[in-house]
């Protein structure tokens, strides 16, 4: 069974700042299968990239991902009010903890 | 617009049964899996259940197999959980989300709401 670790847990960052978010996978995994969703309060998920790099439909720019094997990653240029949240990678029915981007 | 809209949670004592339903509108829903996440409170994403486009295929998590079963009526647009035998770990907020491929890379790409179930005496 895969399992997939986020780091770091919380990550405190000011507006503007340029967020990167873990995902490690506990094996060498597809990255046709690994995706991030972003979360907020009262919220349900929303998908933000798929395939490991794919921006899904009406995300911005300033969302990437990129990766393979075990190590992926979410970067978010330059962070906007609205996105802080709670961000989750997927791996085929996987998730993994989830990694909360907080305002500093 | 592309939409999931679940209904049926609510408060259940130990040991009993719910049956959860979500509808779709806005795409063929016979072409799409479906699957169920729930996530308990203050908790991350659980997968719990998926189904295939014809339900040929249906997949369960350890935690909940032999409790609950998934079903789906493509002619109502429909998908549905069954739960049993339901515990106090059972207690989260429950989604539908849609399983989509594109460009080579598959994920949940539509979600419903939520529904809420909470199990206790």
């Known amino acids: 069974e895969i399992v997939l670790t986020q780091s770091p847990g919380t990550l405190s960052l000011s507006p503007g700042e340029r967020a990167t978010l873990s995902c490690r996978a506990s094996?060498?995994?597809?990255?046709?299968?690994l995706a991030w969703y972003q979360q907020k309060p009262g919220q349900a998920p929303r998908l933000l990239i798929y395939g490991a790099s794919s921006r899904a439909t009406g995300i911005p720019d300033r969302f990437s991902g990129s990766g393979s094997g075990t190590d992926f990653t979410l970067t978010i240029s330059r962070l906007e009010p609205e996105d802080f949240a709670v961000y989750y990678c997927q791996h085929q029915l996987t998730f993994g903890g989830g990694t909360k981007v907080e305002i500093k | 617009e592309v939409q999931l809209v679940e209904s049926g949670g609510g408060l259940v004592k130990p040991g009993g049964s719910l049956r959860l339903s979500c509808a779709a509108s806005?795409?063929?829903?016979?072409?799409?899996?479906m699957n169920w996440v729930r996530q308990a409170p203050g908790k991350g994403l659980e997968w719990v259940s998926s189904i295939s486009s014809s339900s040929s295929y249906i997949y369960y998590a350890d935690s909940v197999k032999g409790r609950f079963t998934i079903s789906r009526d493509n002619a109502k647009n429909s998908l549905y959980l069954q739960m049993n035998s339901l515990r106090a770990e059972d207690t989260a907020v429950y989604y539908c989300a849609r399983e989509n491929w594109n460009d080579g890379g598959r994920a949940f790409d539509i979600w419903g709401q939520g529904t809420m179930v909470t199990v206790s005496s």
């Open positions: 094996q060498s995994v597809s990255s046709s299968y």
């Open positions: 806005g795409f063929t829903f016979s072409s799409y899996s």
